[in-house]
């Protein structure tokens, strides 16, 4: 077993080889399976190392996205974010507001008050014929922008898959059980950028954060962090504890419609983006992720998986489309 990834506070997020899953003997991939399965069902988040990306190719992409941010602001907002059913398209910084909260107008009190500091581009499977990417154009810094982002979106796509494929072995079901629900790739991409600030923003405003807390909302997550830190995860002392980059790895966390797919017995664990670790000077410099969220198929009727109830009367949830209630999440933060 390797040494945790995290370990503090009650809460300790696995640190898994996850190229033993892909490429292991069955009873490698079947401890591995079960290893992935229970740090979703205690933590609700893991980092999984022996990724079939190459430090080259992740830094390429965390280029890409670079000189995406570089555009000037005007260039940005002619291709911005406009609907939750579409999610996709640029935000600026104070757009979304990423929180525990529900109301709407609790919310954009909040916003108001506290912005997230960042800004953000949602990718969507291309292909959709109502909705559209909205692409930037492509010129100078930005040529081939759209075939790296797309194949880089299809390659997270596979993870996923692979991830719940790794689920079900852990859940003792079919290893393709949830195929039918990860084939048609209804994720995005979302790259990510909190600018440089000052560090008196913090001081001034003790309530500042760089995104608020908050549970995703689908299937999982595919976090990829640079090594800047300021991610943070809920402990179950209710305290946030650091979840500090490692390199070449990916923070994998739950989100709440998988929670609620696995009649709770996974856990979507709270979690928040904070002033990072301090270094010299008066400025922090910008920071860079890029999260990819998954979801079942749009069209899929999500129901408690087998296996986590005994009779109908322990399942704690009605079944529910998966597009709607991603809208209907979406539709609360922006
Ligand atoms: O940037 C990060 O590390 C986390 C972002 C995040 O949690 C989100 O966008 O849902
Ligand atoms: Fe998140």
Not at 312 to 322: D, M, Q, T, V
Request: glycine content about 8%.
């Amino acid at each position: 077993m390797e040494k945790a990834a995290v370990e503090n506070e009650g809460l300790m997020i696995p640190l898994i080889d996850f190229s033993v899953f892909l490429n292991g003997n069955p009873e490698e991939r079947k401890e591995t399976a079960n290893a992935v399965l229970h740090g979703f069902q205690t933590a609700g988040f893991i980092y999984l190392k022996g990724l079939p990306f190459s430090s080259d190719y992740r830094q390429h992409i965390f280029n890409t996205s670079a000189k995406y941010f570089r555009l000037p602001v005007d260039t940005k907002m002619s291709h911005c974010w406009t609907t939750p059913a579409a999610n996709r398209g640029y935000s600026a910084p104070g757009r979304e507001k990423t929180t525990e909260l529900t109301n709407i107008e609790d919310i954009k009190k909040l916003r108001e008050g506290n912005p997230d500091l960042k800004e953000s581009l949602e990718i969507g499977r291309e292909g959709v014929p109502d909705h559209p990417n909205h692409w930037p154009e492509e010129k100078g810094e930005l040529e081939g922008f759209k075939s790296i982002m797309t194949k880089f979106h299809d390659q997270c796509k596979e993870l996923h898959m692979e991830v719940m494929r790794a689920i079900a072995v852990g859940m003792g079901l079919d290893e393709t059980f949830f195929d039918s629900f990860t084939d048609e790739g209804d994720n995005t991409l979302r790259l990510l950028h909190y600018p440089e600030v000052r560090k008196d923003v913090f001081t001034i405003n003790p309530g500042q954060v760089r995104a608020g807390a908050h549970s995703d909302y689908g299937s999982i997550t595919l976090l990829f962090q640079d090594m800047r830190g300021g991610l943070q995860v809920k402990s179950p002392n209710g305290t946030f504890v650091d979840a500090t980059p490692i390199q070449d790895t990916c923070v994998v966390n739950a989100g709440d419609l998988l929670a609620r797919w696995s009649n709770d017995t996974i856990k979507s664990t709270i979690h928040r983006v904070v002033e990072p670790p301090s270094g010299d000077g008066p400025v922090h410099p910008a920071r860079y992720s890029i999260a990819y969220f998954c979801n079942p198929n749009f069209k899929s009727h999500i129901e408690a998986i087998p296996g986590t109830f005994s009779g109908e009367s322990e399942k704690k949830y009605p079944g529910i489309n998966s597009g709607d209630y991603l809208v209907q999440r979406l539709a609360a933060t922006y």
